[in-house]
């Protein structure tokens, strides 16, 4: 077999017989082009339109009108949505002069009982009694007049970002007041353990502190 | 010849495909295993025996919003401001107990469990038979922590901290007699600062 010549490359130069003998073996397997032929028996399932159950005449025309049905919904719903926004203002302004029913009912004389459920996320039980508190020296006290203190200044913060923020929804105003008093919460919570971590390392043994790197990791 | 080549072809593509796949899975589990938020779903059944129950769930809008509230002005507040900036989320979760057994460490492997992961180190194990034991782990992405995961627990009390974010530990630390947030028998150096 000759496979230096160009008549394997680009059929120029001299034919080698065995090539055309094999290319004529082969050729017959060769690809024969032929139109596509669909068999007369085969049947074909249409898959029906949404509303060609219920009236398959009516179907366009069912599916105009819930086009502009949808599209006259979404409108409302973004008129309604810049009116409440429009309507805002008025609508805060007194609500400064609301009792806060978010904030904590402290009472100075009193350890709070329940802290009411402001947020799906966010759930705190408090004691239901004082008398738990007596026996655990440990742990920790919330101080009333110190809340107190702080739930009114929250309160009067609050107000003045009202007057200050006067697009500042109302339900974002007391989400915002619970939100911080969470996370008050949890920043005492974080702190304090932290706190006695730290201090239960250092009464560990102080004048060592090498002796304790075992506790740090 | 062409055909060889297609296939060829199809073979390198679909080994393509499936390291790209593999890539794409392998990043996944990556990000799962350094994800810094702590599941604590499976303490929930110990709300009912317990006397005291913390549950916080602050995540990064309501940590923003919260924001919004803290005053640049007032110091404490600024302060406050200035730990939860940056923050993606402060979850807290405490049970506090009348009596003791009320909680079996079974209870505590879930938690455990996911400390274990390496992306956590634990910086701070601290164990008292009267107090209990609180352990300290990090999370940390170069020379940032990501995350910060606080298990305290003792015969009468589990508490979970999990805060995600870059948290600045001294800050957090010096909170504790500050804002309204009372100091709970902690003898620092520091001279207490008067309200």
Redesign the interface.
Same mark, same amino acid.
């Given at each position: 077999m000759n496979i230096d010549g160009d008549y394997l490359w680009d059929r120029t130069g001299e034919p080698d017989p065995e090539i055309q003998q094999l290319e004529e073996t082969l050729g017959t397997l060769r690809s024969q082009p032929r139109p596509l032929e669909i068999p007369a028996d085969l049947q074909t399932e249409s898959r029906p339109g949404f509303f060609s159950g219920i009236a398959p005449r009516l179907a366009p025309r069912l599916a105009i009108a819930a086009t502009i049905v949808i599209v006259l919904l979404g409108l409302g719903l973004w008129l309604g949505l810049q009116r409440l926004q429009r309507g805002q203002p008025p609508a805060v302004a007194p609500v400064a002069n609301v009792p806060n029913t978010h904030a904590p009912a402290i009472n100075p004389g009193s350890t709070p009982q329940r802290t009411p459920n402001e947020n799906q996320h966010q759930v705190v039980t408090l004691p239901d009694s004082d008398q738990k508190h007596s026996d655990e020296p440990r742990r920790h006290r919330v101080n009333p007049p110190l809340l107190a203190a702080n739930a009114n200044r929250s309160l009067n913060q609050a107000r003045k970002e009202v007057v200050k923020n006067p697009q500042l929804a109302i339900n974002e105003l007391q989400e915002g007041r619970a939100a911080k008093d969470q996370l008050m919460l949890a920043l005492r919570v974080a702190s304090a353990k932290l706190n006695f971590a730290q201090r239960k390392m250092q009464n560990t043994n102080p004048r060592d502190p090498v002796h304790n790197q075992h506790k740090i990791g | 010849m062409k055909s060889l080549s297609h296939t060829l072809l199809k073979l390198a593509l679909l080994k393509l495909a499936s390291v790209a796949v593999l890539v794409v899975l392998g990043a996944a589990a990556t990000a799962m295993a350094q994800n810094p938020r702590i599941q604590t779903s499976q303490l929930d059944a110990l709300?009912a025996k317990a %006397?005291?129950?913390?549950?916080?769930?602050?995540?990064e809008r309501?940590?923003q919003?919260?924001a919004?509230?803290? %005053?640049s002005k007032d110091r404490d507040e600024a302060k406050?401001k200035d730990?939860?900036n940056g923050l993606k989320g402060?979850?807290?979760k %405490?049970f506090?107990f009348?009596a003791e057994g009320q909680y079996t460490e079974a209870d505590l492997e879930g938690i455990r469990s996911q400390l274990r992961n390496t992306a956590w180190? =634990? $910086?701070?194990?601290?164990k %008292?038979k009267k107090?209990g034991t609180?352990e300290?782990y990090l999370m940390q992405v170069g020379n940032q922590i990501s995350g910060?995961a606080?298990l305290?627990t003792d015969p =009468?009390?589990i508490?979970v901290?999990n $805060?995600i974010g870059p948290v600045d530990?001294d800050k957090?630390?010096?909170?504790?007699g500050e804002?309204?947030?009372?100091e709970?028998?902690?003898?620092r150096s520091k001279p207490k600062r008067k309200n």
């Open positions: - | 709300a %006397s005291q129950t913390v549950d916080v769930n602050i995540d309501l940590i919003l919260t919004r509230f803290l %005053s406050v730990l939860v402060i979850y807290v %405490s506090e009348e180190n =634990k $910086i701070v194990n601290v %008292s107090e609180v300290v910060l606080v305290a =009468k009390e508490t901290v $805060i530990l957090l630390t010096q909170l504790e804002f309204g947030i009372p709970l028998e902690i003898e």
